[in-house]
């Protein structure tokens, strides 16, 4: 896997170990309660992620994380608060007279063929979301992380519309360089608001945000390799909290007759792909590039295995949302219910975009209670130690 020959061994020194956070919408808040329990676990300790990469709405915690280094338990518990208290109307504007006034404009430059209004540049305006980012996320903060030695490196992942390139944005120390692979590269930069935009922004569901000369959305969107920028910054160890149900590959297989799939459906689907797909594919290519090290080191040009461990949902995401469907905001409810009809695919565009309290409560108490189950495989993974054989939680995948 590219990363590892270029990237220096440091025998006899604990592994630097990253945390990759996944794209997921409103199921990100399975990552917050995942890192609750870390910071439950490791009570006295110091920032435990030296490398920390987010991508989509992962790039938020990512960032929260990365701003408060020099006392990570208490970003951690800034994230909870918020991410306790959600609603839709923070991230999106829900209300009635925003979704018709969106409605009518789609349809009238629809009728119009552009000439009466041109399209609107996405969906949903999520404007709300900038402002509670400004308020929330300290860009500045990450440079001093780095100056004062809390953190190794930083970076979030965006996908340019101007030639398709998987970018990751980084700040780190000074012996990092960019790096250019096919159709992805790494570029430093002095990270700011419209970076994290970016990286959140949801292809067709939030617009574009421009940066330089060139526009930039999600950068799930063309992440072939979502672990290889953890692995350029340095990353020895890499702890994956995803958010997709181990076991569930974002349809439910049924025995009843085929059924059209709604349009809602349709992107459910493409959204479990954009943000989970690539992940898995990541971590199949990285074993077969471990067992490659350590048969032949030789060919492998002085590469170096990299231990990774992934967390993810013990119970399916598309269950809490179904629990909680009542709560969806009026505007909202109306909009999946124009594109969706019903729901067969259980809750899957609902489990991304349902930014309320209850729903993302329950990711919350799901990932601390998946990861205080996978305790004994996380202390270890974190102290550099030998994983277990054995690990309970149903959500632990170990790829190496």
């Known amino acids: 896997m590219d990363g590892l020959a270029d990237t220096l061994s440091r025998p006899g020194l604990r592994p630097t170990v990253g945390l990759v956070l996944t794209g997921g919408g409103a199921r990100s808040a399975y990552q917050v309660g995942v890192l609750l329990a870390l910071a439950e676990m490791l009570p006295r300790a110091r920032n435990p992620f030296q490398v920390i990469v987010g991508t989509s709405a992962g790039a938020v915690a990512a960032s929260v994380l990365a701003a408060e280094a020099h006392h990570w338990r208490r970003a951690v518990a800034g994230l909870e608060r918020v991410w306790a208290n959600f609603h839709s109307s923070q991230v999106f504007h829900v209300d009635a007279s925003h979704m018709l006034r969106a409605g009518a404009h789609w349809v009238l430059a629809l009728i119009s063929g552009g000439m009466v209004l041109s399209p609107p540049k996405s969906v949903l305006d999520n ?3 900038r402002e509670l980012l400004a308020v929330h996320v300290d860009c500045s903060g990450i440079r001093r992380s780095i100056e004062r030695g809390h953190l190794r490196a930083f970076a979030l992942c965006a996908t340019s519309y101007s ?8 700040d780190g120390i000074d012996s990092i360089r960019d790096w250019a692979r096919v ?5 430093r930069t ?10 959140a922004a949801i292809p067709l569901l939030f617009p574009p945000i421009r940066i330089g000369d060139e526009y930039y959305g999600d950068g799930a969107m063309r992440q072939i390799h979502p672990l290889s920028p953890a692995i350029h910054l340095g990353a020895d160890r890499l702890l994956i909290v995803g958010v997709r149900a181990r076991r569930a590959a974002g349809v439910q297989v049924s025995r009843l007759p085929a059924i059209m799939p709604t349009p809602g459906e349709i992107f459910g689907y493409m959204l479990d792909t954009l943000f989970t797909d690539q992940i898995y594919g990541d971590l199949e290519q990285l074993e077969r590039f471990n067992e490659l090290v350590h048969a032949a080191p030789q060919v492998a040009r002085g590469g170096r295995p990299i231990e990774t461990l992934m967390l993810a949902p013990s119970v399916d995401p598309r269950e809490l949302a179904a629990r909680h469907a009542g709560e969806i905001p009026r505007g909202l409810r109306a909009l999946l219910r124009v594109i969706a009809g019903r729901d067969a695919s259980g809750h899957q565009l609902s489990s991304y975009l349902t930014f309320e309290a209850g ?8 990932g601390y209670r998946d990861a205080m189950e996978a305790r004994s495989a996380l202390m270890a993974f974190m102290s550099g130690e030998k994983l277990p054989q054995v690990m309970t939680a149903a959500g632990v995948a170990q790829a190496t």
Request: hydrophobic letters at 45%; glycine letters at 6%.
């Open 127 to 129: 404007s709300p979301l």
């Open 163 to 170: 030639n398709g390139y998987s970018v990751a944005f980084f």
């Open 183 to 187: 159709q992805r590269i790494g570029v």
């Open 190 to 199: 002095a990270l700011t608001l419209d970076h994290l935009m970016a990286s």
């Open 359 to 366: 729903y993302t409560r329950s990711l919350i108490e799901l």
